[in-house]
T-cell receptor
Framework: DVKVTQSSRYLVKRTGEKVFLECVQDMDHENMFWYRQDPGLGLRLIYFSYDVKMKEKGDIPEGYSVSREKKERFSLILESASTNQTSMYLC???????????FGPGTRLTVL | KQEVTQIPAALSVPEGENLVLNCSFTDSAIYNLQWFRQDPGKGLTSLLLIQSSQREQTSGRLNASLDKSSGRSTLYIAASQPGDSATYLCAVRPQRSSNTGKLIFGQGTTLQVKP
Protein backbone atom coordinates (compact mmCIF):
# COMPACT_ATOMS: atom_id res chain seq x y z
CA ASP A 1 0.00 0.00 0.00
CA VAL A 2 1.19 3.48 -0.86
CA LYS A 3 1.70 5.59 2.20
CA VAL A 4 1.89 9.35 2.30
CA THR A 5 2.55 10.86 5.70
CA GLN A 6 2.46 14.45 6.86
CA SER A 7 4.47 15.66 9.83
CA SER A 8 1.59 17.11 11.83
CA ARG A 9 -2.19 16.66 11.90
CA TYR A 10 -2.77 19.96 13.69
CA LEU A 11 -0.52 23.01 13.93
CA VAL A 12 -1.01 26.41 15.55
CA LYS A 13 1.39 29.21 14.66
CA ARG A 14 1.60 32.96 15.14
CA THR A 15 1.57 35.60 12.43
CA GLY A 16 5.05 36.17 11.05
CA GLU A 17 6.44 32.78 12.04
CA LYS A 18 8.24 30.61 9.49
CA VAL A 19 6.33 27.35 9.11
CA PHE A 20 7.50 24.05 7.66
CA LEU A 21 5.06 21.36 6.56
CA GLU A 22 6.68 18.05 5.73
CA CYS A 23 5.40 15.29 3.48
CA VAL A 24 6.98 11.87 2.96
CA GLN A 25 5.94 9.11 0.56
CA ASP A 26 7.28 5.58 0.56
CA MET A 27 6.56 4.43 -3.01
CA ASP A 28 9.33 6.10 -5.00
CA HIS A 29 6.89 8.44 -6.75
CA GLU A 30 8.32 11.10 -9.02
CA ASN A 31 5.45 13.57 -8.66
CA MET A 32 4.52 15.28 -5.42
CA PHE A 33 1.93 17.97 -4.81
CA TRP A 34 0.85 20.45 -2.17
CA TYR A 35 -2.79 21.59 -2.05
CA ARG A 36 -4.77 23.73 0.32
CA GLN A 37 -8.44 23.06 0.97
CA ASP A 38 -10.86 25.76 2.07
CA PRO A 39 -14.65 25.64 2.50
CA GLY A 40 -16.39 26.76 -0.66
CA LEU A 41 -13.14 26.87 -2.65
CA GLY A 42 -12.25 23.19 -2.85
CA LEU A 43 -8.68 21.98 -3.35
CA ARG A 44 -6.28 24.40 -4.93
CA LEU A 45 -2.78 23.49 -6.07
CA ILE A 46 0.02 25.48 -4.44
CA TYR A 47 3.15 23.83 -5.86
CA PHE A 48 4.15 20.56 -7.41
CA SER A 49 7.42 18.76 -8.05
CA TYR A 50 8.12 16.24 -10.79
CA ASP A 51 11.64 15.28 -9.69
CA VAL A 52 14.23 16.02 -7.04
CA LYS A 53 15.06 19.73 -6.97
CA MET A 54 12.43 20.37 -9.67
CA LYS A 55 9.35 22.40 -8.85
CA GLU A 56 6.60 24.34 -10.56
CA LYS A 57 4.10 26.85 -9.30
CA GLY A 58 0.51 25.82 -9.08
CA ASP A 59 -2.50 28.09 -9.01
CA ILE A 60 -1.84 29.88 -5.70
CA PRO A 61 1.90 29.95 -4.96
CA GLU A 62 2.01 33.41 -3.41
CA GLY A 63 3.32 33.35 0.17
CA TYR A 64 4.66 29.80 -0.16
CA SER A 65 7.86 28.09 -1.23
CA VAL A 66 8.83 24.42 -1.47
CA SER A 67 11.85 22.21 -1.17
CA ARG A 68 12.53 18.76 -2.59
CA GLU A 69 16.04 17.63 -1.72
CA LYS A 70 15.18 13.92 -1.66
CA LYS A 71 12.73 12.00 -3.82
CA GLU A 72 10.58 10.86 -0.92
CA ARG A 73 10.25 14.23 0.83
CA PHE A 74 8.47 17.40 -0.26
CA SER A 75 8.34 20.36 2.11
CA LEU A 76 6.01 23.35 2.02
CA ILE A 77 7.36 26.53 3.59
CA LEU A 78 5.41 29.53 4.74
CA GLU A 79 8.12 32.20 4.96
CA SER A 80 6.04 34.54 7.12
CA ALA A 81 2.73 33.02 8.14
CA SER A 82 -0.38 35.15 7.85
CA THR A 83 -3.92 34.60 9.10
CA ASN A 84 -5.21 34.05 5.55
CA GLN A 85 -3.02 30.97 5.36
CA THR A 86 -5.15 29.24 7.97
CA SER A 87 -6.33 26.17 6.08
CA MET A 88 -6.17 22.40 5.62
CA TYR A 89 -2.99 21.46 3.72
CA LEU A 90 -2.92 18.21 1.76
CA CYS A 91 0.08 16.52 0.22
CA UNK A 92 -0.16 13.96 -2.60
CA UNK A 93 2.16 11.86 -4.72
CA UNK A 94 1.93 9.91 -7.98
CA UNK A 95 3.96 8.17 -10.65
CA UNK A 96 4.26 10.16 -13.88
CA UNK A 97 2.86 7.38 -16.05
CA UNK A 98 0.11 6.44 -13.62
CA UNK A 99 -2.81 8.67 -12.88
CA UNK A 100 -3.96 8.10 -9.34
CA UNK A 101 -2.76 10.60 -6.77
CA UNK A 102 -2.29 9.28 -3.26
CA PHE A 103 -3.05 11.73 -0.50
CA GLY A 104 -1.75 12.18 3.00
CA PRO A 105 -4.09 12.73 5.99
CA GLY A 106 -3.72 16.52 5.89
CA THR A 107 -2.40 19.16 8.27
CA ARG A 108 -4.87 21.64 9.70
CA LEU A 109 -2.90 24.85 10.19
CA THR A 110 -4.20 27.74 12.25
CA VAL A 111 -2.34 31.05 12.15
CA LEU A 112 -3.22 33.40 15.01
CA LYS B 1 -9.45 27.86 -18.03
CA GLN B 2 -10.82 24.51 -16.88
CA GLU B 3 -13.51 24.73 -14.21
CA VAL B 4 -15.10 21.79 -12.41
CA THR B 5 -18.51 22.09 -10.74
CA GLN B 6 -20.32 19.62 -8.51
CA ILE B 7 -24.02 19.76 -7.79
CA PRO B 8 -25.51 19.47 -5.24
CA ALA B 9 -23.14 20.75 -2.57
CA ALA B 10 -24.87 18.57 0.03
CA LEU B 11 -27.22 15.62 -0.07
CA SER B 12 -29.07 13.68 2.62
CA VAL B 13 -30.76 10.36 1.84
CA PRO B 14 -32.21 7.46 3.83
CA GLU B 15 -30.27 4.21 3.94
CA GLY B 16 -30.88 1.90 1.00
CA GLU B 17 -31.52 4.56 -1.62
CA ASN B 18 -29.73 4.65 -4.94
CA LEU B 19 -28.24 8.06 -5.63
CA VAL B 20 -26.38 10.04 -8.26
CA LEU B 21 -23.73 12.71 -7.76
CA ASN B 22 -23.01 15.08 -10.61
CA CYS B 23 -19.83 16.66 -11.92
CA SER B 24 -19.44 19.01 -14.88
CA PHE B 25 -16.33 20.49 -16.49
CA THR B 26 -15.94 23.31 -18.99
CA ASP B 27 -13.12 22.04 -21.23
CA SER B 28 -13.52 18.62 -22.83
CA ALA B 29 -9.76 18.32 -23.47
CA ILE B 30 -9.12 16.03 -20.53
CA TYR B 31 -6.80 13.09 -20.04
CA ASN B 32 -9.01 11.46 -17.43
CA LEU B 33 -11.47 12.09 -14.61
CA GLN B 34 -11.34 10.77 -11.05
CA TRP B 35 -13.76 10.49 -8.20
CA PHE B 36 -12.38 10.74 -4.67
CA ARG B 37 -13.87 10.23 -1.22
CA GLN B 38 -12.90 12.35 1.78
CA ASP B 39 -13.91 11.54 5.34
CA PRO B 40 -14.13 14.47 7.79
CA GLY B 41 -10.73 15.86 8.70
CA LYS B 42 -8.88 13.35 6.55
CA GLY B 43 -7.14 13.04 3.20
CA LEU B 44 -8.61 11.88 -0.09
CA THR B 45 -9.03 8.30 -1.26
CA SER B 46 -9.33 7.54 -4.97
CA LEU B 47 -12.55 5.63 -5.81
CA LEU B 48 -12.69 5.43 -9.59
CA LEU B 49 -10.66 6.73 -12.51
CA ILE B 50 -12.08 7.00 -16.03
CA GLN B 51 -9.75 7.54 -18.96
CA SER B 52 -10.93 9.94 -21.65
CA SER B 53 -11.47 7.04 -24.05
CA GLN B 54 -13.73 5.19 -21.58
CA ARG B 55 -17.43 5.66 -20.87
CA GLU B 56 -17.65 4.18 -17.37
CA GLN B 57 -15.93 2.37 -14.53
CA THR B 58 -17.39 0.21 -11.79
CA SER B 59 -16.20 -0.80 -8.36
CA GLY B 60 -18.59 -2.68 -6.13
CA ARG B 61 -21.66 -0.52 -5.52
CA LEU B 62 -20.08 2.44 -7.30
CA ASN B 63 -20.39 3.25 -10.98
CA ALA B 64 -18.92 6.33 -12.62
CA SER B 65 -19.76 7.47 -16.13
CA LEU B 66 -18.09 10.00 -18.39
CA ASP B 67 -19.55 11.97 -21.29
CA LYS B 68 -16.59 14.01 -22.44
CA SER B 69 -18.38 15.79 -25.25
CA SER B 70 -20.98 17.25 -22.91
CA GLY B 71 -18.50 17.82 -20.08
CA ARG B 72 -20.29 15.64 -17.55
CA SER B 73 -19.64 12.77 -15.20
CA THR B 74 -21.90 11.02 -12.71
CA LEU B 75 -21.12 8.84 -9.72
CA TYR B 76 -23.86 6.33 -9.02
CA ILE B 77 -24.02 4.75 -5.57
CA ALA B 78 -26.31 1.75 -5.26
CA ALA B 79 -28.04 0.73 -2.05
CA SER B 80 -26.48 3.49 0.03
CA GLN B 81 -25.24 2.75 3.55
CA PRO B 82 -24.42 5.03 6.53
CA GLY B 83 -20.75 4.21 5.94
CA ASP B 84 -21.00 5.97 2.57
CA SER B 85 -21.40 9.30 4.40
CA ALA B 86 -18.47 11.46 3.29
CA THR B 87 -17.56 14.20 0.85
CA TYR B 88 -17.16 13.08 -2.75
CA LEU B 89 -14.86 15.06 -5.01
CA CYS B 90 -14.52 14.98 -8.76
CA ALA B 91 -11.21 15.93 -10.43
CA VAL B 92 -10.14 16.21 -14.04
CA ARG B 93 -6.66 15.93 -15.45
CA PRO B 94 -6.31 18.39 -18.34
CA GLN B 95 -4.55 17.09 -21.44
CA ARG B 96 -1.94 19.81 -21.20
CA SER B 97 -0.92 18.45 -17.76
CA SER B 98 -0.46 14.87 -18.90
CA ASN B 99 3.22 14.78 -17.89
CA THR B 100 2.78 16.31 -14.46
CA GLY B 101 -0.46 14.78 -13.28
CA LYS B 102 -1.94 18.10 -12.22
CA LEU B 103 -5.62 17.80 -11.27
CA ILE B 104 -8.45 20.35 -11.22
CA PHE B 105 -10.94 19.64 -8.44
CA GLY B 106 -14.60 20.38 -7.96
CA GLN B 107 -15.79 21.65 -4.59
CA GLY B 108 -17.33 18.35 -3.62
CA THR B 109 -20.72 16.96 -2.61
CA THR B 110 -21.18 16.14 1.07
CA LEU B 111 -23.34 13.04 1.41
CA GLN B 112 -25.17 11.97 4.54
CA VAL B 113 -26.86 8.57 4.58
CA LYS B 114 -29.29 8.28 7.47
CA PRO B 115 -29.91 4.89 9.13
Amino acid sequence: DVKVTQSSRYLVKRTGEKVFLECVQDMDHENMFWYRQDPGLGLRLIYFSYDVKMKEKGDIPEGYSVSREKKERFSLILESASTNQTSMYLCASSLPARDTQYFGPGTRLTVL
Amino acid sequence: KQEVTQIPAALSVPEGENLVLNCSFTDSAIYNLQWFRQDPGKGLTSLLLIQSSQREQTSGRLNASLDKSSGRSTLYIAASQPGDSATYLCAVRPQRSSNTGKLIFGQGTTLQVKP
